[in-house]
């Protein structure tokens, strides 16, 4: 089966700060789809930014980016001058079976700090 | 329309009763998935349906739940004979093809079984 894990349930960060947000997964496909999504409490899902394993470089979205790590089976997120809009749930993704769905980490509750 | 919408927002029903979950993806996306998210869980893969056909239902959790895709459009979830486990958030999500460029989400469906 494949599997994404989260391993941090909560993380905090200070307002202007950066923050990186861990994930592993498991899958045994040689091309793929990684993705992070953000879920504020309105509880609609925004994605983040998105990763094709077969690229080497980082994705970048703005204060987004990722540190890919395909050996490992690594791809956290990274968080650049924290905002207090950036409070919410983040959850990592990684499409499966042959790009119909997307398995979902158990997401990290993201505080920022004035 | 202009995104992925959801009803009812919140749902309140008794033990017993049959409940039904209405998604109206974006126009022109062919691909559909429903998923559950129970309080502090990750979000559990339900169904995925390209156009009316559901090519993968192993998801469902039991045989109380159905889905259904009428136009390549709207789609319902229905849940008969609720129960209490049955009580989650309820995302629809929708793709021009496949999770290749990940989905888009509507704001959910928050069901309570009393």
């Known amino acids: 089966a494949q599997t994404v894990t989260q391993s941090q349930p909560e993380m905090s960060v200070q307002e202007a700060e950066t923050v990186t947000l861990s994930c592993t997964y498991d899958?045994?496909?040689?091309?793929?789809?990684l993705f992070w999504y953000k879920q504020p409490p309105s509880r609609q899902m925004i994605l983040v930014i998105r990763q094709e394993a077969y690229k080497q470089q980082n994705a970048t979205e703005n204060r987004f980016s990722v540190n890919f790590q395909k050996a490992a089976k690594s791809f956290s997120l990274k968080i650049s001058d924290s905002q207090l809009g950036d409070a919410a749930m983040y959850f990592c993704?990684?499409?499966?079976?042959?790009?119909?769905?997307?398995?979902f980490g158990k997401g990290t509750s993201l505080l920022v700090t004035p | 329309g202009a995104g992925v919408s959801q009803s009812p927002s919140n749902k309140v029903t008794e033990k017993g009763k049959d409940v039904e979950l209405r998604c109206d993806p974006i126009?022109?996306?062919?691909?559909l998935y429903w998923y559950r998210q129970s309080l502090g869980q990750g979000l559990e893969f339900l169904i995925y349906f390209q156009g009316n056909s559901a090519p993968d239902k192993s998801g469902l959790p039991s045989d109380r739940f159905s889905a259904e895709r009428t136009g390549g459009s709207v789609s319902t979830l229905t849940i008969q004979r609720t129960q209490q486990e049955d009580s989650a958030v309820y995302l629809c999500?929708?793709?021009?093809?496949?999770?290749?460029?990940?989905?888009?989400f509507g704001s959910g469906t928050r069901l309570t079984v009393v």
């Open positions: 999500a929708s793709s021009q093809e496949g999770a290749n460029y990940g989905y888009t």
């Open positions: 993704a990684c499409e499966v079976n042959s790009g119909y769905a997307l398995n």
């Open positions: 899958t045994s496909e040689s091309d793929y789809y």
């Open positions: 126009s022109g996306h062919t691909a």
